[in-house]
């Protein structure tokens, strides 16, 4: 089963600790994406990035940060300044299109709890 | 300001039933709308996009610019059916997405 894989699964951080999330794909996809999935909240966008060594913050950026050294991997970093860590977070890829309707594919997710 | 509104957090239908599940967007712009879908213990997935104009699983939707909306229909709904949906709104160029708050599905036997 390629395509795009999270790990670990699940993750548990003591406070003050940080704690990096990998997101791995074989798609060649450009674009890769880190959500976080809170209930009843949806999915809300950390960071993303288009090309490799650059990224973009997204709408709830802080307290984490990321990098793109490499096409396959865009690995997550939560941060002690990250005020409510626990939850499940999501990475996804896709084909960069500035113009047309694009899938994004998506993780199977970790899940971060603070202890 | 770009954001999705999906007003139910749970619908709960029989089986047989038909089932709407709303979707409100609100985007200056042309937009580009998607329906997602997760399964129980599976990943988010892709159910269909407005361009296509396309049928998946019997589930269709519909652009309607005047009432900005995206509403997801299917006139018989299926147990298999249950799962946790999220429309989205694909914002400008950048290829970002905005996800609605997502609407759990139950379709009882």
């Known amino acids: 089963d390629g395509g795009i894989t999270q790990s670990p699964k699940y993750l548990f951080r003591k406070e003050g600790q940080n704690v990096t999330l990998s997101c791995e794909q074989n798609?060649?996809?450009?674009?890769m994406y880190w959500y976080r999935q809170d209930p009843g909240q949806g999915l809300r966008l950390i960071y993303y990035s288009q090309i490799v060594n650059d990224f973009q913050k997204g709408d709830i950026a802080e307290g984490y940060s990321v990098s793109r050294e490499k096409k396959e991997s865009f690995p997550l970093t939560v941060t002690s300044a990250q005020k409510n860590p626990t939850a499940f977070y999501l990475c996804?890829?896709?084909?960069?299109?500035?113009?047309?309707?694009?899938?994004?594919?998506f993780g199977p997710g970790t899940r971060l709890t603070v202890l | 300001a770009q954001r999705v509104t999906q007003p139910e957090k749970l619908l709960s239908v029989f089986k047989g039933a038909p089932v709407e599940l709303k979707c409100n967007y609100s985007y200056s712009g042309s937009p580009e709308l998607f329906w997602y879908v997760q399964y129980s213990r599976q990943r988010l997935q892709l159910l269909l996009r407005?361009?296509s104009r396309e049928s998946i699983k019997g589930f269709t939707a519909d652009l309607n610019k005047g009432e900005t909306s995206f509403h997801l229909k299917k006139p018989f709904a299926q147990e298999e059916d249950s799962a946790m949906y999220y429309c989205a709104l694909k914002a400008g160029n950048t290829g970002k997405l905005i996800f609605g708050q997502g609407t759990t599905l139950q379709v009882k036997p």
């Open positions: 407005h361009i």
């Open positions: 996804a890829s896709s084909i960069f299109s500035g113009t047309g309707g694009n899938e994004q594919f």
């Open positions: 798609l060649n996809h450009d674009a």
